[in-house]
């Protein structure tokens, strides 16, 4: 693992609790949720890319 996919999966765990802790509350924010929801894929499909092409995302 490199340190770049090391990192962005770092970075997708985090967004995820997030998330979690967002869904969690009595009355969860809806922009909020589909912000961390979009940031979430943006790091995914990075990591995809990196393990598809071996370049950087």
Same mark, same amino acid.
């Given at each position: 693992?490199?340190?770049?996919?090391?990192? *962005?999966?770092? &970075?997708?765990?985090? &967004? /995820?609790?997030? *998330?979690?802790?967002? *869904?969690?509350?009595?009355?969860? /924010?809806?922009?909020?949720?589909?912000? $961390?929801? !979009?940031?979430? $894929?943006?790091?995914?499909?990075? $990591? !995809?890319? *990196?393990?598809? !092409?071996?370049?950087?995302?």
């Amino acid at each position: 693992m490199t340190a770049r996919t090391f990192r *962005l999966t770092q &970075i997708h765990q985090r &967004i /995820d609790e997030r *998330l979690r802790m967002e *869904l969690r509350k009595m009355l969860p /924010d809806p922009g909020e949720i589909s912000r $961390l929801k !979009h940031m979430k $894929l943006r790091v995914k499909e990075a $990591l !995809h890319r *990196l393990a598809k !092409h071996g370049k950087p995302a």
